[in-house]
């Protein structure tokens, strides 16, 4: 049975956790503090403080610390450990080419999940070279679905896919109350919509062509729909979310850049 480290099993690791162990492998996770190492054992998992160690005994690495914690981390790991390991990072803004320099000898590769991980429907995107891909590819397959892609999208992903749950949450939230506001109860505004919003995705996925087509689709003239969509034009609804997602990728290039140039300062040496 081969080994995977999960190096910082937080919110984020121990999904990755679970995806080790529903894949097979013998998975040993690290933390600082006694919650993490505990939530760990919970899991079936081999839960321990000492990340070199962790790394000696692996042969798949998971980075799951948040990216400030990371210089930390690799400060306490002697970096021949890596030579020939492959390493899967989803910190947020570290950059592959610094992950590489940091890890030399290891094959790297970057992966951003998202929170819907939880009920096993992340939609992840992956980037990296290297032979090892089918099995990290697997590894995700097991929270949901995957995306290859060049690491240049991946800040726009941050931002859609990683932030996208929030964003949806608030455009349900706002649904929801325009329901109460119309008199319906809550319960069954919240209930409802969540449904509508699965089968429209489905409705959607399945229609492949334009998501106006769907919506003319039930536009009749005259009647309700045309009304509510003339209030979410006068609102500049479209124009908002184009924002959103706009300023969201934004932030998380500059973030990236921050953290990025602090990694390389700290652990490459660089100005
Ligand atoms: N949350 C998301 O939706 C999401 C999505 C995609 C990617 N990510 C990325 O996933 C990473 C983790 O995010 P998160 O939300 O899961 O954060 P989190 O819950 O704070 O988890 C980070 C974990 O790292 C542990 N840790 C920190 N320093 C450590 C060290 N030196 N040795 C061992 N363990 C250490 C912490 O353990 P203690 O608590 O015991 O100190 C904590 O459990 C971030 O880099 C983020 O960019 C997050």
């Known amino acids: 049975m081969e080994t995977l480290s999960v190096l910082g099993a937080g919110t984020i690791g121990s999904l990755l956790v679970k995806a080790g162990l529903s894949q097979g492998y013998r998975v040993v996770a690290t933390g600082r503090s006694e919650r993490t190492l505990l939530r760990v054992k919970g899991l079936g998992a081999e839960a321990i403080t000492d990340n070199a160690s962790a790394v000696m005994r692996s042969d798949l690495v998971m980075i799951s610390v948040k990216p400030q914690h990371f210089p930390e981390l690799a400060k306490s790991i002697p970096r021949e450990l890596w030579r020939g390991k492959t390493v899967i990072s989803v910190m947020a803004g570290v950059r592959l080419d610094t992950l590489r320099k940091v890890m030399g000898g290891a094959q790297v590769f970057r992966a951003m999940p998202n929170v819907n991980a939880v009920v096993n429907m992340s939609t992840t995107a992956i980037t990296g070279e290297g032979e090892a891909k089918e099995l990290v590819d697997s590894l995700f397959r097991s929270l949901g ?33 325009g329901a109460v ?9 919240y209930s409802s919509v969540l449904d509508m919003l699965k089968g429209t ?35 500049g609804v479209k124009a908002a979310l184009i924002e ?26 660089e100005d």
């Open 201 to 235: 995705a489905e409705n959607l996925k399945n229609h492949k062509g334009h998501p106006v087509e769907v919506r003319d689709n039930v536009t009749t003239p005259a009647g309700t729909t045309i009304r509510g969509l003339k209030a979410m034009e006068e609102r």
């Open 244 to 269: 959103t997602v706009e300023s969201s990728s934004r932030r998380a290039s500059e973030l990236g850049k921050l953290i990025d140039e602090r990694i390389r300062r700290e652990l490459i040496g």
């Open 181 to 189: 506001s119309s008199g319906m109860p809550r319960d069954l505004a």
């Open 145 to 177: 679905v995957t995306y290859w892609v060049s690491e240049d999208m991946m800040d726009v992903w941050t931002a859609l896919i990683g932030s996208g749950p929030a964003f949806i949450s608030e455009i349900v939230d706002g649904l929801v109350l």
